[in-house]
């Protein structure tokens, strides 16, 4: 198998007035399964392409091991790729489809190729389709065969290009699991590319989130989800999503407030956790995630502030309460906290579950400089 190492990997179109992946540092272990996540046009398909030789790069190299490839044709390259949409030979069989890489990049006899994709195939669960065409097949299948057919070449490196987003939601879940499975048993280093965040935390050893081209954070799923370097990965991990809030911090030595007064908000901060921070009077956005906030039907006087209930969404286990505090403020709670819309509730949080970020550059302030730096690399 092979360790991929990207060092200042740059992407420019239309004679450099587009950047799609400004100066891409990144490295995966040989084995690894790295998910490369973040909103459409951020550079993430550029990125795979670019590993799978599909994509010269403007600038920067691509190294597996201590090989450079960057400028090496990608049907000599050691990788695999699977497609959102299958890449399928609609007039093929599915035992010509999944031989066809093999016929192009090895020197396997007919009887070695056919021998490996009947292996494949019932390893994937679709022995019983070989003969069929991929007009026949159901959106699972198809997936099942591109698979096998990735699997067959026997890679170093699997490429995935959001390949379960034509899935319903029962069997992506069903894939997610499979790809894992597969991976893990084979050992093969893999980059999988996909937009939804929920996909890029279950699935990756890694999570590498990048925005408007550029790397935003690398670290384990928890760690990111625990730790955001900034208010954007803060906003984009997690679901629901992490509330936002414009605040004021006033410190007096003695400890501190968080106020707001459009939200009605004032959470009073202890000395040790002022000067754990090194927190400064300034403006601040407050970020809390809607599992940390509890929602009392009956206000006591005690919480943060008050609010009035907008929507009421059942979801089985929990309730997503949303609150009139901004817009798009949720609160995820249990079952039995079913307020109505229009009452009006406490709400409180705690300061061990609250980030700050710079209203200005948007980064953690918690965080120092090294520690932000240690997070995109």
Same mark, same amino acid.
């Given at each position: ?5 990207l ?5 420019e ?8 992946v400004d ?12 998910t490369?996540?973040?909103?459409s046009g951020?550079?993430?398909?550029? =990125?795979?392409?670019m590993v ?6 403007t ?15 990608a049907k ?6 699977v ?5 399928l030979?609609?007039h093929?069989?599915v035992r ?6 093999l016929?192009?990049s &090895?020197?396997? =006899?007919t009887s ?12 994937m669960?679709?022995?019983d389709?070989?003969?069929?065409k ?10 099942r065969v591109?698979l ?9 490196v699997?490429?995935f290009?959001e390949p ?8 992506r879940?069903?894939?997610r699991?499979e ?5 893990k ?13 929920e996909e890029a935390?279950?699935?990756?050893d890694?999570?590498?989130?990048l925005r408007?081209g550029?790397l935003?954070?690398v670290?384990e ?5 625990q ?14 999503s992490?509330n ?13 407030t968080i106020?707001s007064?459009?939200?009605g908000?004032e959470?009073?901060?202890?000395a ?8 400064? &009077?300034g403006?601040y956005t407050l ?6 906030i509890?929602?009392?039907?009956s206000?006591?006087?005690d919480? =943060?502030?008050?609010s ?5 969404e ?7 309460v949303?609150?009139a ?8 709670s249990p079952a ?10 406490g709400?409180?949080?705690s300061?061990?579950q609250?980030?700050?970020f710079?209203a200005k550059t948007g980064?953690d302030?918690?965080l120092t400089?090294?520690e932000?730096?240690?997070a995109?690399v």
């Amino acid at each position: 198998m092979a360790r991929v190492t990207l060092d200042t990997l740059r992407k420019e179109f239309d004679r450099g007035t587009v950047v799609a992946v400004d100066d891409l540092d990144l490295e995966i272990d040989d084995g690894e399964f790295v998910t490369v996540v973040g909103p459409s046009g951020c550079g993430k398909t550029t =990125t795979l392409r670019m590993v799978a030789g599909l994509e010269e790069p403007t600038s920067g190299t691509v190294h597996f091991d201590d090989e450079d490839v960057t400028d090496i044709h990608a049907k000599e390259r050691p990788v695999a790729m699977v497609f959102q949409n299958y890449a399928l030979y609609p007039h093929k069989t599915v035992r010509e489809n999944m031989a066809f890489g093999l016929k192009m990049s &090895t020197d396997m =006899t007919t009887s070695e190729r056919h021998e490996r994709v009947r292996e494949m195939a019932e390893m994937m669960g679709i022995e019983d389709l070989l003969d069929d065409k991929p007009d026949e097949l159901s959106g699972g299948q198809k997936q099942r065969v591109a698979l096998g057919r990735a699997i067959a070449r026997e890679p170093e490196v699997f490429l995935f290009d959001e390949p379960l987003s034509n899935l319903d939601a029962k069997l992506r879940t069903e894939m997610r699991a499979e790809i894992q499975k597969l991976q893990k048993e084979f050992g093969v280093t893999a980059m999988y590319v996909t937009h939804d965040q929920e996909e890029a935390m279950t699935m990756g050893d890694r999570l590498a989130i990048l925005r408007d081209g550029e790397l935003q954070q690398v670290g384990e799923p928890t760690e990111v989800y625990q730790n955001p370097v900034n208010e954007f990965v803060a906003g984009f991990i997690g679901s629901p999503s992490m509330n936002f809030v414009d605040v004021d911090v006033v410190t007096d030595g003695t400890g501190a407030t968080i106020r707001s007064d459009e939200a009605g908000l004032e959470l009073a901060l202890s000395a040790e956790y002022v000067r754990g921070h090194d927190l400064e &009077t300034g403006r601040y956005t407050l970020g809390v995630r809607p599992e940390n906030i509890v929602v009392d039907e009956s206000p006591s006087g005690d919480e =943060t502030l008050r609010s009035t209930v907008e929507v009421v969404e059942p979801i089985g286990s929990d309730n997503y309460v949303h609150l009139a505090v901004t817009e798009d403020f949720l609160a995820r709670s249990p079952a039995e906290v079913k307020p109505e819309a229009g009452d009006e509730v406490g709400v409180s949080f705690s300061e061990d579950q609250i980030h700050l970020f710079d209203a200005k550059t948007g980064e953690d302030v918690f965080l120092t400089d090294e520690e932000i730096a240690a997070a995109v690399v």
